[in-house]
């Protein structure tokens, strides 16, 4: 049984519309403030945050308390609020800030509503590529507003054509000593690409390419994925998880089209 | 003695404002496409064409022809036409096609005028994401028409946060036996990306990222590139050229903000 038959269906609703009228609200504030220039430093960790990042997570936690104020709140840039609160808002205002800081327009905006930790709604939103992803729990995944399923690829079909997203090599090492994991992939799957940021997860909940890796993420990286990718009829597996000192939990996943899925799972099984 | 000296100022400007115009009627031409919808095939060599890809080429020799009849034409889909001509128009119509065909808006168009084999003019286009880099000899580099210069890296700002583009594994394997290359590239420099794509190329020129490797490309790829980064101060480096029977030359480039395009030329000298 899943948890999540426990929530009315009205209020999935009602979670998933207020989520989409917070992500327009994002995009908007993203777009003027790439208009008019803000400020950027580097954080203790060697990252890059601006003050778009921080803006973006302060206007979702003001609406989010307005709106669901006995709901908790998980964040990139602040304090967690309400962290025993049953339904939780989780979010990386700026995912890719580096690529936002340069206009490369593969940045975006993750937000989602997980219940008792299973993903209810996920929505990842792209405002230099006007590119949307949505999803909620037994309602379907939407790209750019039209409903969207996977088609599974024949096993036939994973000869070496078929398109994977990875994250950089770097993180299969940063957190863990994985290189080798990397190494095979790009090895038995030539048809790579890597873009650092949740472009990867958009690619693979829309069926741009067949399927995507992420390595070494946090929580509000992966938070809209899960429940992103099942909608749309696709396969989300949580590879490892591991508590990393002085930063939480850091995941591996593969996602996207079940039959490559199934086959990427079993590097991990077999070099991990 | 730069040959290209030779070609009076104004005919330059001349052929600049051209490519100019047929790169805004090529990007007209796709937008249509893949509104309307297009066929897709597999060429020979497994890698795909469409009907995109041969209506764009159809027309730009087709105004080529008409405004400059005793100029020569190079294109990745059609026979060279004019070939000992001084002036040789290069072309690849559509640069990523298999992302044109899932709708990953990185795909471009690479149109490139060449003087007794120096380039003279480049112009890369992105129809989707509303990009464009041209540049002319002698007349600088433009990024969505506002003239810009690279700001070179210093050298201590080598350090692994340091913005690289690599293309796939595959492009080291795929006609040398150069792995080790890539193996060696993404160690060094671990924030790298992978796009697969002329993409690449204008993140490089409009200084997105630090540097671009590319590796095993046509001449139609690379093309427009090096005019594309000199004009605007930075350095391009062929690190490879080599005859692949049945398909000509392929070549290896190293191109970006000079300090960074010297460090990563060490690695071909050592590795390859």
Redesign the interface.
């Known amino acids: 049984m899943d948890i999540r038959s426990d929530i009315p269906a009205q209020d999935i609703e009602r979670y998933h519309a207020k989520a989409l009228e917070f992500s327009s609200m994002v995009r908007s504030l993203i777009l003027s403030q790439l208009e008019v220039g803000f400020e950027v430093k580097r954080k203790s960790d ?1 990252s890059l945050v601006t003050s778009v990042d921080l803006q973006v997570e302060e206007v979702l936690r003001q609406q989010i308390q307005l709106h669901f104020p006995d709901h908790g709140i998980l964040g990139e840039e602040y304090e967690p609020e309400n962290s025993r609160a049953a339904f939780q808002w989780i979010m990386d205002p700026i995912d890719g800030t ?1 690529d936002m800081v ?4 593969t940045f975006g905006s993750i937000l989602a509503l997980h219940y008792r930790g299973e993903p209810v709604v996920g929505v990842i939103d792209h405002p230099l ?1 006007d590119m949307r992803v949505n999803a909620a729990y037994g309602f379907g995944t939407s790209y750019n507003g039209k409903a969207i399923r996977l088609t599974d690829l024949d096993s036939a079909a994973i000869d070496g ?1 078929e ?1 994977l997203i ?1 994250p ?3 993180n299969f090492v940063k957190y863990r000593d994985d ?1 080798n994991l ?2 095979s992939l ?2 038995a799957h ?7 940021s949740c472009f990867a997860h958009t ?1 693979a909940v829309a ?3 067949d399927a995507a890796i992420d390595y070494g993420d946090a929580i509000w990286d992966i938070a809209a994925s899960r429940v992103l990718i099942e909608e749309a009829s696709g396969k989300f597996v949580e590879v490892g998880k591991w508590n990393v000192p002085n930063l939480g939990f850091v995941y591996g996943t593969v996602f996207g089209k079940p039959t490559l899925v199934d086959r990427l799972v079993e590097h991990f099984r077999s070099d991990g």
């Open positions: 060697n580096e340069r206009r490369v327009p590529l054509t398109r990875l950089a090599r770097d290189g990397f190494d790009v090895r030539p048809n790579h690409r890597i873009y650092r690619c069926g741009l390419v």
